[in-house]
């Protein structure tokens, strides 16, 4: 009988997720700790701990931390198998006041929260095309901010060569011109004592090594964009947003956009939700400082664009500046339309998506409308 019990009995997982090992502990459907255990970060790992917190009783559902990190591999082998899992956040500043830190002490607190289902967060899909598309834009970022930083050693260079030097580089305005002027130099090796030779030899490697990551970053933007533009025809097609912007977007909201209960959802996550400020005889909404910042970003460049070439967009900010809203108010209104029409538009791509064979071509037919009829006042 008691074996019996133990194998109908229903458990709920927790996870803490490191580098190199996991820490697991399992709970009954009552909260009662049966178990905390550690495995390596493999696939060998993954097989155990699965096998560890079946051999409890009936897995229903297993709560992860850093699904998108540290978990990530994790995460793909439980989905893959068809359990279900909840992304959790850290535990709060209070119950590590009171209850200390341990990978033990963490792995129970995501099991009780994914027991509690206080807060029944889908992870990201992390087997398809936006992943794919993530990589890219992750290795592109890298590489701008790696160019930004040598257009910046460049330029204070060139400020304090040599006079003689720095004279021959004043004629091109701009730092790409000087750096294309830069990578011509011809220093003379066997005399890098002079500061003369030593600055001409510094410039002319920093100006190829941005040479190359303009080279880096030209390529990475000609493969992203067919797979953007496969995963999101609709999205693109939309006015003022660009491969990037779609690209970005996609990341936010994930392949598995379904997760997200509502378009409100969306403009939460991307921080364009209205944050009601009241207080006596005031009410109003400001902006929501939250949320993911270059998601929010990439919304305020589709507004600025939108405010410059589209005419009822234009319209809407004069009309809206009439009643008495300032620049940030109307922003914060236009960043809530562009995320409501870009979460339908994502989300009818991606369902296209998912009923097409892997990389096949989607087509699209989408118009450019911005504001719809059924509007609300933000």
């Known amino acids: ?175 790409k011109g000087k750096a294309a002027l830069c990578r011509r130099l011809r220093p003379d090796t066997d005399r890098l004592a002079d500061p003369v030779n030593a600055a001409k030899l510094a410039l002319r490697s920093l100006a190829r090594r941005i040479a190359l990551l303009d080279d880096e970053i030209a390529g990475l933007d000609a493969q992203l964009a067919p797979l953007v533009a496969t995963a999101a025809p609709r999205t693109t097609a939309l006015l003022g947003i660009s491969t990037g912007h779609a690209g970005q977007l996609l990341l936010t909201a994930g392949q598995n956009i379904d997760r997200l209960h509502s378009e409100g959802a969306f403009a939460a996550l991307c921080g364009a939700s209205p944050i009601p400020v009241a207080s006596g005889k005031t009410g109003r909404h400001r902006l929501n400082p939250g949320g993911d910042r270059q998601a929010n970003r990439a ?38 339309y562009i995320a409501r029409e870009a979460f339908n538009a994502l989300r009818a791509d991606l369902a296209d998506l998912q009923s097409t064979r892997p990389h096949q071509a989607v087509s699209i037919t989408c118009g450019a409308g911005f504001i719809g009829r059924n509007r609300r006042q933000l």
């Open 299 to 336: 919304l305020h460049l589709i507004a600025v664009c939108r405010l410059r070439y589209c005419p009822k967009t234009a319209a809407y900010a004069a009309r809206r500046t009439s009643e008495g809203k300032t620049k940030n108010e109307i922003m914060r209104c236009l960043k809530r």
């Open 1 to 175: 009988m008691q074996s019996m019990n133990h194998g109908m009995r229903r458990v709920i997982g927790g996870v803490d997720a490191h580098a190199d090992s996991h820490h697991a502990a399992v709970l009954d459907d009552r909260g009662a700790l049966l178990g905390s255990e550690s495995f390596a970060a493999s696939r060998a790992g993954y097989r155990q701990l699965l096998a560890w917190l079946r051999s409890h009783g009936e897995l229903d559902r297993v709560g992860v931390e850093s699904t998108g990190s540290y978990a990530a591999g994790l995460t793909r082998y439980l989905l893959a198998d068809g359990v279900r899992v909840l992304e959790v956040n850290q535990p709060h500043a209070h119950t590590r006041r009171r209850r200390g830190k341990t990978d033990a002490i963490d792995a129970e607190l995501a099991a009780r929260h994914a027991l509690s289902l206080a807060s029944m967060v889908t992870p990201k899909q992390t087997t398809g095309i936006v992943e794919s598309i993530r990589q890219l834009r992750v290795a592109r970022e890298g590489a701008i901010k790696s160019r930004s930083a040598a257009m910046l050693a460049l330029g204070g260079l060139i400020l304090t060569a040599p006079a003689s030097l720095r004279e021959q580089l004043d004629q091109p305005r701009t730092l």
